[in-house]
């Protein structure tokens, strides 16, 4: 059974710091992994999905990789922002024929930018 | 572009009452989701529609209903509501099985059960 972890579950930082978020996944066998953000009390953004033939995607100040072979993905955001303050989550799609269409999440990280 | 819409918002029930969360798209995906959102438990898949017709349990489906009404609208019934229900609930789509098949959330419904 596939299972994602998100490490640290906050983490607080100065503005201006780059930073790395972490996602590990237990079953290697991944058809693609979503990134999103979700600010208290909205719903979840999509922000990067990497296809599991691909190593990494950008997106402005974001930057997703994709290690299959050690179940690990991270979401490196440049030059941090209070506006990048919000809830980090990883989702994993299995590669499994019978989970098609289902996502696993991690619980996410919430990240705080201080000013 | 108003995307993924859910309706309502908030709603408190009292044990055993029954409800329906309402949700429909406007991107034209051929899948949509149910999901609840619990603290320290991430999301949820509760029920699935991989297409218009069609619709699947998911991890969570106990005391829940669905209805795919049509290719847009996919609604979410609780016959007789508990306080374990009690969570926010989302609402999604996507189009799977294309380069770009990113999940689009609804905004949310804040559901408390006494």
């Known amino acids: 059974k596939q299972e994602v972890t998100q490490i640290p579950a906050a983490l607080s930082v100065p503005e201006g710091e780059n930073l790395v978020l972490n996602c590990s996944f237990t079953d290697s066998a991944i058809y693609n992994l979503q990134w999103f953000r979700q600010d208290p009390g909205k719903g979840l953004t999509s922000l990067l999905l990497i296809q599991s033939s691909q190593r990494e995607q950008t997106s402005g100040r974001l930057n997703a990789s994709l290690d299959k072979s050690s179940g690990r993905s991270t979401l490196y955001i440049a030059a941090s922002q209070p506006g990048d303050s919000a809830t980090y989550l990883c989702a994993v799609k299995s590669g499994a024929v019978d989970s098609s269409y289902k996502l696993i999440f991690g619980s996410g990280t919430r990240l705080l930018v201080r000013p | ?114």
């Open chain 2, 1 to 114: 572009n108003a995307g993924v819409t859910q309706t309502p918002k908030f709603q408190v029930l009292k044990t055993g009452q029954s409800m329906t969360l309402q949700c429909a798209q406007d991107m034209n995906h051929n899948s949509m989701y149910w999901y609840r959102q619990d603290p320290g438990m991430g999301l949820r898949l509760i029920y699935y529609s991989a297409s218009e017709g069609t619709t699947d349990k998911g991890e969570v489906p106990n005391g829940y209903n669905v209805s795919r009404l049509n290719k847009r609208e996919f609604s979410l019934r609780l016959e007789s509501a508990a306080p374990s229900q009690t969570s926010v609930y989302f609402c999604a789509s996507s189009e799977p099985r294309t380069t770009n098949e990113k999940l689009f959330f609804g905004s949310g419904t804040q559901l408390s059960v006494l």
